[in-house]
């Protein structure tokens, strides 16, 4: 049975000031587990700001959004916190890895704040995740020691860390060179295809095509969803999938 790892109801993300300016417009989605969505749309569209209230780094003005069927508007910040540390991960185009901290020290971050693994069982995942992402060897090496591919896998490895349901990325190839990009593309999708929640938001066909579904946004609004190998869904805000309210 296909699962919901996220659904979105009509959402909306409004910005008051002098002239109040509407960023998210009405968006349905529900995005499956284990299933890979691209998030396309021309500059200035609201991706990002779609983006960041899926991974509930924001709040809609309306609307909901479920996480693994549990709904998410009327809990505290605290708890918003919660969900996110312990369902979401975050990839973003500047890796904002500690500069400080090793590469391994920068995957135990998560781990450590959810407090759930004793510290043996922290640094045995976090080197796994390292060695699984081609960096056991750069595990004690602090960023300004790796290349920028290396520090976005680490980031990666970091996203990971708490076993998220979701995994949110916006333009996580934006900064990379052609090989570290296709690295990256394949990380993606080999998350996906081990049954996590992957959504990117990306400029980069080539990483586009790569996904299950393609959302493309224009001015907030879904303007079309294109399922992978082309095939354009009649609805552009309803999704092929079961929905839980579980
Ligand atoms: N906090 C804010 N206050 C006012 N306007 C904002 C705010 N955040 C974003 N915007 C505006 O909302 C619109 C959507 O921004 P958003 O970053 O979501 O677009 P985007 O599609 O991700 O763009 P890009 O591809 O250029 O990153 C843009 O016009 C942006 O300038």
Do not use: W
């Amino acid at each position: 049975m296909t699962e919901v790892a996220l659904q979105a109801v009509d959402l909306v993300r409004r910005i008051e000031g002098d002239v109040s300016h509407t960023l998210v417009n009405g968006i349905d989605l529900a995005v499956n587990k284990g299933e890979f969505v691209a998030i396309t749309g021309p500059s200035g569209s609201g991706k990002s700001s779609l983006l960041y209230l899926l991974g509930l780094l924001d709040a809609p003005s309306e609307g909901e959004i479920m996480i693994c069927g549990q709904p998410t508007s009327k809990l505290s910040e605290s708890e918003r916190a919660d969900v996110r540390l312990t369902k979401c991960g975050f990839v973003f185009q500047f890796h904002f890895l500690l500069p400080e901290f090793t590469s391994l020290d920068n995957v135990l971050l998560p781990m450590r704040a959810a407090g759930v693994m004793a510290e043996g069982a922290m640094r045995e995942r976090g080197l796994a995740l390292l060695g699984s992402l081609g960096l056991a060897e750069h595990a004690n090496k602090r960023p300004n020691q790796l290349s920028g591919g290396q520090r976005q896998r680490v980031a990666i490895a970091r996203a990971l860390a708490n076993r998220p349901e979701i995994i949110v990325a916006d333009e996580p190839t934006g900064a990379l060179d052609t090989k570290s990009t296709e690295q990256v593309f394949s990380i993606l999708r080999d998350i996906a295809d081990n049954g996590q929640t992957v959504i990117v938001v990306t400029h980069d066909p080539a990483l586009a095509a790569r996904a299950d579904r393609r959302v493309h946004i224009v001015d907030g609004k879904i303007a079309e969803i294109t399922e992978r190998g082309g095939a354009e869904l009649v609805s552009p805000s309803i999704a092929p999938c079961e929905i839980s309210h579980a």
